[in-house]
């Protein structure tokens, strides 16, 4: 079992930019970011393959948002940039112990507890 911990998050303004990390306890292939705001349902955000060449981003954060990730670390990252309140979520990392990065969260082996991003306008 890969145990994974996210932290980062926090309150910001509209325009504002912040770095969420992820650290796992074990190595896992693809990694991912799901977000959950009150009241919606989870949805996709970003992945990245173990090789760092795949990546995939939900379209309402393509071009804004950039997942990293350094292997050597077990760590993963999401550079979320000119953030909206709509942005405001629980955001979730993800790993699975396939090397594809996917949009789907029941494809996903394991979860972190969540780091809460509030968007203010």
């Known amino acids: 079992q890969v145990h994974l911990v996210e932290s980062g998050g926090g309150l910001v303004q509209a325009g504002d930019s912040l770095r969420l990390s992820c650290g796992a306890s074990g190595r896992t292939y693809a990694m991912g970011w799901f977000r959950q705001a009150p009241g919606k349902e989870r949805e996709f955000v970003a992945a990245i393959s173990w090789s760092l060449t795949n990546t995939l981003y939900a379209d309402s954060v393509k071009g804004r948002f950039t997942i990293s990730r ?5 760590m993963v990252y999401l550079q979320m940039n000119s953030l909206k309140p709509e942005d ?6 993800t790993g ?26």
Do not use: H, M
Request: aromatic content about 14%.
């Open 96 to 121: 699975r112990r396939s090397s594809i990065p996917v949009r789907t969260g029941d494809e996903y082996d394991y979860w972190g507890q969540g780091t809460q991003v509030t968007v203010s306008s």
């Open 88 to 93: 405001t979520a629980v955001y979730y990392c």
């Open 70 to 74: 350094d292997n050597a670390k077990n």
